[in-house]
């Protein structure tokens, strides 16, 4: 079945800094790759759309300049958490399609990142 | 916004059929609804999705409503390693997933 690898599982970085996180489709081309942000005890909150070789789409009150997202090739898409705040320790998890009728989506394992 | 409903939490007694229902009453007729269910600290598991028929797979049943304003995934024979919170969530656009708040399904010994 479709796998999508998300890295690293877990991070911990220094107020102020940058973080990347990158989310892979192992044997499909993801035309489409979303990210979601997930604090403790809440459900999963859509962040943005990607398409592949186009701006990401933001869902509203989410930074763009803060969160970076780039979707350069068919099977990876990143995330930076740009100038970290504690604010942004959270659960990031990123999910693919193929962008065809029916297929579905798959998500990967997400990113713990805690800021520090 | 999400648009679909569901009980917050349930419980079923292991061995037994566990039913989560959904109500997803603004449904268009070419959106999807799909199922996933997430374990702690994990990332969002699929289980089944439909559009009109009811579906069966390995891992459950989705039994949809003729006016497709609701539907019930029924996992048949439920274990301890179905805890877990269930999202039922309704294809926005035919392009995206946005989660509700789901249930979280507690099985028993």
């Known amino acids: 079945g479709a796998v999508v690898s998300q890295h690293p599982s877990w991070v911990i970085c220094k107020s102020g800094t940058s973080v990347k996180i990158e989310c892979r489709s192992l044997d499909f081309q993801a035309t489409t790759m979303f990210w979601y942000r997930q604090f403790p005890k809440q459900s999963l909150m859509l962040m943005a759309t990607s398409n592949e070789g186009s701006k990401a789409t933001y869902e509203q009150g989410v930074e763009k300049d803060k969160f970076l997202i780039n979707h350069a090739s068919l099977t990876l898409s990143t995330l930076t958490v740009t100038s970290a705040h504690p604010e942004d320790s959270s659960f990031y998890i990123c999910s693919a399609t193929p962008g065809l009728s029916n297929y579905g989506y798959t998500f990967g394992s997400g990113t713990r990142l805690t800021v520090v | 916004d999400a648009k679909t409903t569901q009980p917050p939490s349930m419980d079923c007694a292991e061995g037994r059929a566990a039913n989560l229902p959904c109500n997803h009453s603004t449904i268009s007729g070419n959106e999807y609804v799909y199922w996933y269910r997430q374990i702690h600290s994990q990332g969002p598991q699929y289980i089944i999705h439909g559009l009109k028929n009811n579906e069966t797979n390995e891992m459950a049943s989705l039994i949809i409503t003729e006016d497709r304003k609701s539907s019930t995934l029924i996992l048949p024979h439920a274990t301890l390693r179905d805890t877990a919170v269930y999202y039922c969530?309704?294809?926005?656009?035919?392009?995206?997933?946005?989660f509700g708040q789901g249930t979280r399904l507690t099985i028993n010994p």
């Open positions: 969530i309704e294809e926005q656009g035919a392009q995206k997933l946005v």
